[in-house]
């Protein structure tokens, strides 16, 4: 089967050749039929449908042409920290463009760049002792993601163990979309028409996911032992001598829908890597810098990773910028060998974009915004628990700080997951955004084709008011669209 939506857009995709019914199907048509069509220069995601053009944006608001004010209550993809049209930001971006936009980096640098590095890395007092010591910026997640990766695959190179190979990741993972990112991901809907060209040394385990995959009969301790020892398994079949790293999301992303690893996984992950010599490398691009209440989510597990790749609140939307971050236990390696990192981008440790992470991370500390979300995430928590829990197709609500999943089921009890063809999922954020708020949907979530959940990750500077108004909002969608659903149900079941 195809895929099923599109997952990251508020548009159907055609691809999908599912159940749909005749008048899901009308529907669809109409919907495309009322937008405009108008001919855009720009491949969008879509083809066939104009996304929404926005014109400004301020705080916790950004406002669409039609003059509507919509509420963001995921930060776009997680990313928006500190906001939309924050002052201070333009203001350092004009700063060092007045002083110089771009160097090339073979052998030159600003002090943006080497102020970002030490501002994300240093350790306050009393802080958390991550062990990572230097840090190289590029222009996405992805690109992150490649980086660690050439970069893992360099230390073995120099550290005298070439024949190591092997990738290995989690099924239900996103760690981007270029062809190293993506080979390492199983995001199955956004792999669809490229099995051929992925890269063949990457293989998969269960991903960490208690609520679909705890068995009833099943301690937290017992579901562990169980997924390490699949992890184990693993090794061994690729002989552990051979496998480069482990990569994770701490925080599972966009595909689960915020899902934290059950207790001791991580620990029981970071001693098995250990064992092997296996490098743990450590996805924080949605789930980082603050988002879960930490400033770093592995924080949550006590464990230090030996590479992370961070992205998206890295520079909180106000420049296109993500990063890879290396322990010193990796960086001796290079340091006693070659000395020469072999990965390079002509932007690279791009100035203007440095600043603008600078001026964000600089806030975010400043502001303490990393307790803030923290302690709003409790009350997050409770509005979502008090206000969705005993809805009829809500599953569950995880997540953690400001960085929160909500899975629909079909069966609370039995845990089934929602017939794809309705996009239920889709339909909540679609009607949520009607009503002026806008939340990240996500399809596939339990397997890559089955599962709904939307995704709720508010700015950091979100008031108690428009906390409550998200929660508020998101109910009233999903209200609007249960009875729908009822109906559909009636009709495919
Ligand atoms: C978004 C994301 C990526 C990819 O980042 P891009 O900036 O979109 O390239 C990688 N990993 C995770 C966990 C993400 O959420």
Not at 173 to 182: E, I, K, L, R
Request: proline share 4%.
């Amino acid at each position: 089967m195809a895929t099923v939506f599109n997952n990251t857009s508020l548009v159907r995709d055609d691809s999908f050749e599912g159940s749909l019914s005749t008048k899901d199907i009308q529907i669809a048509v109409q919907e495309v039929k009322v937008q405009d069509m108008p001919n855009s220069a720009l491949m969008h995601r879509s083809l066939r449908e104009q996304p929404y053009n926005v014109v400004s944006g301020h705080g916790s608001y950004f406002k669409l042409q039609d003059g509507r004010e919509i509420l963001d209550g995921c930060g776009g993809a997680a990313v928006t920290l500190i906001g939309h049209g924050n002052a201070e930001v333009k203001a350092a971006i004009i700063e060092q463009l007045d002083k110089i936009s771009y160097v090339f980096t073979s052998s030159l640098i600003t002090s943006s760049a080497e102020e970002l590095a030490k501002c994300i890395l240093e350790i306050p007092p009393g802080g958390f002792q991550h062990g990572l010591e230097k840090a190289y910026f590029c222009g996405s997640g992805s690109e992150a993601t490649d980086a660690a990766m050439k970069f893992c695959t360099q230390y073995f190179f120099e550290k005298g163990e070439p024949q190591r190979k092997y990738f290995v990741s989690r099924r239900q993972a996103y760690h981007g979309s270029t062809v190293g990112s993506m080979s390492v991901s199983s995001y199955l809907a956004r792999k669809v028409p490229y099995e051929d060209i992925v890269l063949p040394n990457t293989s998969f385990v269960s991903p960490a996911y208690a609520y679909q995959y705890q068995l009833p009969t099943e301690t937290e301790d017992e579901y562990v032992r169980r997924l390490i020892e699949e992890l184990d398994a693993k090794f061994q079949e690729l002989g552990p001598q051979n496998i480069i790293s482990f990569i994770a999301e701490p925080v599972g992303g966009a595909t689960t829908g915020c899902v934290p690893a059950p207790k001791g996984y991580f620990l029981a992950v970071r001693k098995l890597c250990d064992k092997y010599g296996i490098l743990l490398h450590l996805d924080e691009i949605m789930c980082g810098m603050g988002r879960t209440g930490t400033y770093f989510a592995f924080e949550h597990e006590g464990i230090t990773p030996d590479i992370v790749t961070i992205g998206k609140g890295l520079g909180g939307g106000y420049a296109p910028i993500g990063g890879i971050l290396v322990s010193k236990k990796c960086i001796d390696i290079i340091r006693q060998g070659t000395g020469a990192i072999n990965h390079t981008h002509t932007y690279q440790n791009h100035p203007v974009m440095c600043a603008a992470a600078l001026a964000v991370q600089k806030i975010v500390k400043r502001d303490e915004l990393v307790i803030r979300v923290k302690e709003m995430g409790i009350l997050l928590h409770q509005l979502l628990v008090e206000t969705l829990q005993n809805c009829k197709y809500v599953g569950d609500i995880r997540g953690r700080g400001f960085f929160w999943g909500v899975e629909f089921v079909a069966d609370k009890q039995s845990k089934a997951s929602l017939p794809p063809s309705l996009g239920f999922g889709m339909r909540v954020v679609k009607r949520a955004f009607e009503l002026g708020l806008a939340v990240y949907p996500g399809a596939g979530t339990v397997d890559g084709v089955r599962g709904d959940n939307v995704l709720i990750a508010p700015p950091y500077t979100i008031s108690d008011t428009d906390l409550r108004k998200i929660v508020r909002l998101l109910r009233e969608a999903y209200d609007s669209e249960e009875t729908k659903l009822d109906l559909s149900l009636r009709v495919t079941g």
